[in-house]
């Protein structure tokens, strides 16, 4: 079974100060690590992908198989960055891209 | 957007009701999926189609039903709705097996 956990359901970070979103994941296999970010009024769209080792907005993400986590960072939160964020894996078991996602992490970037 | 339209955006019904959810998309592709997001949960995959007339179950698929008929839609019907079905429905496609998946607007369904 294929599991992703977020333990933190919400984050309050000054704007400025960095951040980072953890993410935790149980697969046997080799996993595809994703992170989606959902913005007030907006659909669901990817951020970020562990393959393409891109940093999008500023944000990265490292896989880390020893420690099976995927945290998402960001040396200095800008206040667009509020929103709600989800880690999610691909196993790819029997096909269809099938995305197990995590419980989610709200954002909130005061100022 | 990736043409993804979802319909209706929002719905009551009553308990015992049966409810359909219609997931629209241009893009012609391969893979469509129905979530569902509740707090606490993040998304939960119901359906997912790999295909015309090719569905398979996810995570929570039970009390409700899927059909593809054609590539760009995909329906999600719930055979008698109860309380703990209420959420926000997610359709979402993606092109190939191991691409991103782009997402609807969501349908906000409340059961009372």
């Known amino acids: 079974a294929q599991r992703v956990t977020q333990p933190e359901k919400l984050l309050s970070v000054f704007k400025g100060a960095p951040v980072e979103l953890k993410c935790n994941y149980s697969y046997s296999g080799s996993p595809e690590l994703f992170w989606y970010v959902q913005y007030s009024r907006q659909r669901l769209q990817l951020l970020l992908r562990h393959i393409s080792r891109e940093s999008i907005k500023g944000f990265t993400a490292d896989l880390n198989k020893g420690e099976t986590s995927f945290h998402l960072k960001k040396p200095f939160a800008q206040e667009e960055d509020s929103a709600m964020y989800y880690c999610a894996l691909n196993g790819l078991t029997g096909g269809g891209n099938k995305l197990t996602f995590g419980t989610g992490t709200q954002l909130k970037v005061e100022l | 957007d990736a043409g993804i339209t979802q319909s209706p955006r929002h719905k009551v019904t009553e308990t015992g009701t049966p409810v359909t959810l219609r997931c629209h998309q241009t893009?012609?592709?391969?893979?469509m999926y129905w979530y569902r997001q509740d707090p606490g949960h993040g998304l939960r995959l119901i359906h997912y189609s790999y295909g015309v007339k090719d569905t398979d179950k996810g995570e929570v698929s039970d009390g409700y039903s899927v059909s593809r008929s054609k590539t760009e839609d995909f329906l999600l019907t719930l055979e008698s709705a109860t309380s703990s079905q209420t959420s926000v429905y997610f359709c979402a496609t993606s092109p190939a097996g191991d691409y991103e998946q782009y997402f609807g607007p969501g349908t906000r369904l409340t059961v009372t």
């Open positions: 893009e012609n592709h391969r893979y």
